[in-house]
């Protein structure tokens, strides 16, 4: 046996060989989740008050693509125009939102960085508020999104400005955005004094998230903003490893740390900005996709990044089901669900997990 | 390579901490950077590799100033290895490792990365924690873990800053031994901030003896470590005695001053 591994003309060596061995498990681990998504949408679309059976689901899907075969028109319309918008919104928020989650932790070299750690929830919340509560849009007509997106994306240039002054150094940077987050919520309470009840419920609800605003209109716009950021971000893998072992040792590895973060930054903004503005605070995801993932296959982020999208989509969708069904025709909050399942979920893996994770 | 160090003057605040330190590394050995505490060993470690930038005076590499190259084609030339590492997400050796191929790396690594990586992780000694978590090692085994980063780099400089503080008495030597063989081997001028006059003394081709934000006597072990010097830059009387044709410093006492 071990003769024939010396004649070979180069035989790899056991750290080669162990290293794209492991690069495959992580491989398996996101086609698992992969197939699970797949799985769980299809079902997923076949749970409501109309029974619509699995085949029937992928039967419609493929027409819908592709146009071919035939299928009854009631269940199309329900599935197409009902439960599917709804589903694609759970799997890209999911995925957008846990990108951005793995993405920041990373850069800010911080456990409990999530996408909304720069105010970006609150910001959007207080763009919420303002135009239910007092009509003001800053885009006429436009509603809730636009400003939501705007204020969203306010910490983000705040950092940016205040970055031409000081060096942007995690800790400033979360400092800022915990501090603006004060100060939009403050503002946002104040708003819900005046409120009326019926404008408090519709901030409210907002403010815990939910899929049911997601359509064929406004999906495109996510999918794309989500694809392009996450395509960035990933391709950016490397240099966000780089920059989790700290800015010292980064910048002597060629990385611009101060750059990159900001320019993260943005692009992080961007996503979870579109996200939020059309689903409301979606909490938890961001934060714990990312953790559960670097369980199951480490903190490499050219693996991580991929692995928690495809476990967010999973995460989002399998609590979004829920949420449809526990007491159904009554559709919970997404959000609820997520925090509610995911918490106690989180800490059973804490306790399980036999390494030291961070 | 070539690097001169160019007139360095840096000030933290109002504080000065170098002034206008200058030297010149023009052969690949193992040049040792010394001198009491808060003298400014890493100021200028650090100003020499821009994690710092001075006040005024100029790196030169090679004749190229370093200002003028993006941290990408320094990190190239000049690996670093810093004193301590925080911990951090969990990242394997061997990944860990990698990340000094980045600077010449491209998107996913190559063979010729991983062969590099495995060639510095048996140097270092590190084989049997080569897949295990970075954050389960010891504080020496961090130390050996960046250096092998710093070497897996491939720099033709290499500055390290302290890298024996955290090793026992034996790995100091063999770290010594190895940053001195391989500085002739790989022809690359190392620079190191060290604290121990002892080991400076046994394994520097060159010794910086700094003082007062600048430098105080430059030249072989033989030439700066001297009783004189010692007692003039640390305040301590110390008798310097001659072991295998190196000088062996021996602790006396403080002066009062």
Redesign the interface.
Same mark, same amino acid.
């Given at each position: 046996m071990e003769s024939e591994v010396e004649t070979e003309v180069k035989p790899k060596t056991a750290l080669q060989v162990n290293y794209r061995k492991s690069i495959v498990k992580k491989l398996l681990f996101i086609t698992f989740c992969l197939v699970v998504v797949i799985i769980v949408a299809g079902y997923s679309a076949t749970i409501g008050s109309y029974y619509i059976s699995v085949e029937d689901v992928y039967g419609i899907i493929w027409h819908r693509i592709t146009g071919m075969g035939s299928v009854d028109p009631t269940a199309y319309y329900i599935v197409t125009e009902l439960r599917l918008p709804r589903i694609a919104g759970a799997i890209v928020c999911g995925f957008g939102l846990a990108v951005c989650g793995a993405a920041m932790q990373s850069m800010m070299k911080n456990p409990l960085a999530d996408p909304y750690t720069m105010g970006i929830s609150s910001g959007a919340g207080l763009g919420a508020a303002l135009a239910i509560i007092l009509g003001f849009e800053l885009w006429a007509g436009a509603g809730i999104v636009v400003n939501a997106f705007i204020f969203a994306i306010i910490p983000a240039m705040v950092i940016l400005v205040m970055s031409q002054v000081r060096r942007a150094t995690p800790t400033m940077m979360i400092l800022c955005g915990i501090s603006l987050m004060y100060v939009f919520g403050a503002i946002t309470s104040l708003l819900m004094l005046i409120a009326t009840p019926d404008d408090l419920s519709a901030v409210y609800t907002w403010s815990v998230g939910t899929m049911s605003k997601v359509s064929w209109d406004n999906l495109p716009i996510m999918v794309a903003v989500v694809t392009a950021g996450s395509l960035y971000l990933q391709y950016l893998a490397n240099q966000l490893n780089i920059m989790s072992i700290g800015d010292e040792s980064a910048k002597c590895l060629g990385v611009n740390v101060e750059r990159k973060r900001l320019v993260c930054l943005m692009v992080i903004t961007l996503v979870a900005a579109s996200i939020v503005s059309f689903t409301g605070i979606i909490g938890f995801v961001g934060l714990v996709c990312p953790h559960i993932v670097r369980m199951a296959i480490g903190s490499d982020n050219k693996f991580l990044i991929p692995g928690s999208a495809i476990f967010g989509s999973t995460m989002l969708i399998v609590a979004d089901m829920i949420a449809r069904t526990i007491v159904a025709p009554t559709i919970l909050p997404v959000g609820v669900i997520t925090a509610c399942i995911g918490g106690p979920l989180f800490m059973y893996l804490i306790l399980k997990s036999k390494k030291e994770v961070w | 390579m070539l690097m001169n160090v160019e007139e360095i003057s840096f000030n933290y605040g109002t504080t000065e901490i170098l002034r206008n330190v200058k030297f010149d590394l023009n052969e690949p050995n193992l040049t040792c950077i010394i001198g009491p505490n808060g003298v400014g060993k890493t100021t200028l470690a650090r100003c020499v590799?821009? *994690?710092l930038r001075p006040k005024c005076g100029k790196v030169m590499l090679s004749g190229v100033d370093t200002k003028d190259m @993006?941290?990408?084609? *320094?990190?190239?030339h000049? =690996?670093?290895v810093?004193n301590v590492? =925080?911990d @951090?997400? +969990?990242?394997?050796v %061997? /990944? @860990?490792v990698l !990340? =000094?191929r980045? +600077?010449r =790396?491209g998107? @996913? +690594?190559s /063979?010729r990365d *991983? #062969?590099i %990586?495995?060639d510095t992780?048996k140097i270092m000694g590190l084989e049997e924690y080569? !897949?295990r /978590?970075f954050?389960?090692l010891s504080a020496g085994q961090h130390q050996k873990v960046m250096i092998a980063r710093g070497l897996a #780099?491939e720099p033709e400089v290499l500055i390290l800053d302290e890298p024996t503080s955290n090793l026992d008495v034996r790995h100091q030597i063999e770290v010594m031994e190895l940053l001195r063989e391989l500085s002739r081997e790989k022809k690359i001028l190392v620079l190191m901030v060290c604290h121990d006059l002892n080991i400076t003394a046994r394994y520097a081709d060159r010794i910086i003896m700094m003082s007062d934000g600048g430098v105080f006597s430059d030249g072989t072990a033989k030439e700066v470590m001297t009783e004189e010097n010692i007692m003039k830059v640390y305040g301590v009387r110390t008798k310097v005695i001659e072991v295998e044709g190196r000088p062996h410093v021996i602790l006396l006492s403080t002066v009062i001053k």
């Open positions: - | 590799n821009r *994690l @993006t941290l990408r084609e *320094l990190a190239i000049m =690996g670093y810093p590492s =925080g @951090t997400f +969990p990242m394997s %061997v /990944d @860990t !990340m =000094g980045h +600077p =790396g998107w @996913t +690594p /063979d *991983l #062969q %990586v495995e992780i080569a !897949m /978590d954050n389960e #780099q």
